[in-house]
C-alpha cells in the first residue's frame, strides 16, 4: 500500500487523478466521474474510543501533533445527569469550499467527485486556506516546506477500493461512507433520515459529511 505521505509528495495525486478522469478540466471532470463520495457520521453511536483517530494517524502518517481526525469530547447536564458526548471532526469536503477560494496558487481544488484535495507540487505554504477553514481542518507540514494538509477521505486508500482508515477503525459503525451516485447498505437509509444536519450548521455551508444529532436533541457539540 502506497503510504500516503510519498503518493503526494511524488506527485501521485497527479497520477490517481487520470486513473479516475480527474485533473482533466474542472468540467469535463465533473461531467465523467463516476462517483460523489459522503460520510455520515452518527453521534449517538460514537463512544469516543479515539480508534479513528489512531487508524488515520497510522495511515497518514501526519507530522507530530498534528492530526486529520480528531474526537471533540463534550459535557451536557448536570451531575447526576451528565453525559459525555463525543464528536468526530475533520475536513468536511465543503461543495462551495472557503479554501479553494483563498489559494492564491489555485494548490486547493475539488475534484469532481467532490473530495477537496491540495496539490502539494503547487502549493507555497503560504497558509490562506488554513486562516480560511472554518472548521480548523487544516493545518502546515513542516517536514514537507509547510505544505498545508487535511483529510481527503484517505484518496490513496479509495484508488484500491478500500474505505477510508477512520471507517474501517470504527467499531461502533458510527462512520458511514459511500458513494452518492449509488449507495448502499446503511449510507442509503440513513441519507433518509430527516435529522441530518452539517457541522457548525449556522454558516450554511453545504459538505459532505453530515451528522446524526444526539437523540436528545442538544446541541451534541456540533455548533
Known amino acids: 500500500m502506497i503510504a500516503r505521505r510519498s503518493f503526494l509528495k511524488k506527485g ?16 469535463a471532470a465533473r461531467a465523467s466521474s463516476p462517483h460523489k463520495w459522503a ?11 479515539q480508534s479513528c483517530v489512531i487508524a488515520c494517524k497510522a495511515q497518514n ?34 461543495e462551495d469550499a472557503p479554501c479553494v477560494k483563498a489559494c492564491p ?10 473530495i477537496v484535495v491540495t496539490d502539494w507540487n503547487v502549493c507555497t505554504g503560504e497558509g490562506d486556506c488554513i486562516a480560511a ?20 477521505f484517505c484518496l490513496n ?3 484500491q477500493g478500500l474505505q477510508p482508515a477512520c471507517v474501517e ?3 461502533e459503525n458510527a462512520r458511514l461512507f ?3 451516485n449509488d449507495p448502499e447498505g446503511e449510507l442509503k437509509t440513513y441519507l433518509e433520515r430527516k435529522d441530518l444536519v452539517h457541522r457548525k450548521p449556522g454558516l450554511n455551508i453545504a459538505s459532505r459529511i453530515w451528522y446524526v444529532p444526539i437523540a436528545s436533541g442538544k446541541g451534541g457539540g456540533l455548533s
Open 178 to 180: 459511500g458513494d452518492l
Open 157 to 159: 486508500r479509495l484508488e
Open 105 to 114: 496558487e489555485k494548490a486547493t481544488y475539488q475534484l469532481a467527485n467532490g
Open 12 to 27: 501521485g495525486l497527479a497520477g490517481v487523478l487520470a486513473i479516475f478522469g480527474w485533473g482533466i478540466g474542472e468540467e
Open 61 to 94: 502518517k501526519t507530522a507530530s501533533g498534528e492530526f486529520l481526525t480528531n474526537v471533540l469530547s463534550f459535557e451536557e447536564g448536570v451531575y447526576p445527569k451528565a453525559n459525555n458526548l463525543f464528536v468526530p471532526v475533520q475536513c468536511n469536503q465543503c
Open 133 to 152: 477553514c472554518p472548521y480548523g481542518a487544516r493545518f502546515l507540514d513542516p517536514r514537507f516546506n509547510n505544505r498545508s494538509d487535511k483529510c481527503d
Open 169 to 171: 477503525a470504527c467499531s
Open 39 to 49: 460520510m455520515i457520521i452518527d453521534l449517538n453511536r460514537c463512544c469516543g474510543c
